[in-house]
């Protein structure tokens, strides 16, 4: 779930971050969160992209649907399955940055969409980045 910014030899450590409501949130990272949306056909093109920026992790969720710019998509449709796969990740604003320099020439053709927003990553036993 975290992209990898293989350049950087900075360490990062956990800080206390004010959360969106105000609170501080103790051993949290501000990190930016990707949700990007394709045809689900199109997921291994998709992940090829993001090894190819750095991703060390992250995670795809297959057979969904929803209303957007390519109509209704129902991957419980009786004629039609239609399907989208969503991927779900999280990494730093230079990382990120990159991420949508090799995502965005692609998108159009992926169909889909790509959110970014910001996230914080509550330090855990073991982190992925």
Request: with cysteine; aromatic share 6%; hydrophobic share 40%.
């Amino acid at each position: 779930m975290v992209l990898d910014d293989s350049d950087s030899k900075e360490q990062i450590s956990p800080t206390n971050i004010q959360s969106f409501s105000g609170e501080v949130m103790n051993n949290s990272i501000a990190m930016k969160r990707f949700e990007i949306v394709v045809d689900e056909e199109k997921l291994n093109e998709l992940i090829a992209l993001l090894g190819e920026a750095g991703v060390r992790g992250y995670t795809f969720i297959k057979n969904t649907g929803g209303l957007g710019s390519r109509g209704e998509r129902r991957p419980d449709g009786l004629f039609l399955q239609e399907e989208n796969a969503m991927v779900i990740l999280a990494c730093q604003q230079e990382q990120a940055q990159k991420l949508v320099a090799v995502l965005r020439p692609k998108l159009k053709e992926f169909g889909g969409m790509c959110l970014i927003s910001d996230c914080l990553w509550v330090e855990g036993p073991a982190v992925s980045y």
